[in-house]
């Protein structure tokens, strides 16, 4: 029961920093405030087994 309770909340606050992100985006014309906040391409594939 735990996981599924975690795995809401984990989805809730992604959507919650997705809408955060597309707001700067917005109002900014440009991804470039995000940068800070995302992660970079070589860490998003390292999260890929075999993604190296």
């Not at 997705?18 to 440009?30: E, G, R, W």
């Not at 800070?36 to 075999?50: A, Q, Y």
Request: glycine letters at 8%.
């Amino acid at each position: 029961m735990n996981i599924v309770i975690y795995g809401n909340h984990l989805l809730r606050s992604a959507y919650s920093a997705m809408v955060d992100t597309a707001k700067t985006i917005l109002a900014d014309q440009c991804s470039a405030g995000c940068d800070s906040r995302t992660l970079s391409i070589r860490e998003v594939l390292e999260l890929i087994p075999g993604g190296k």
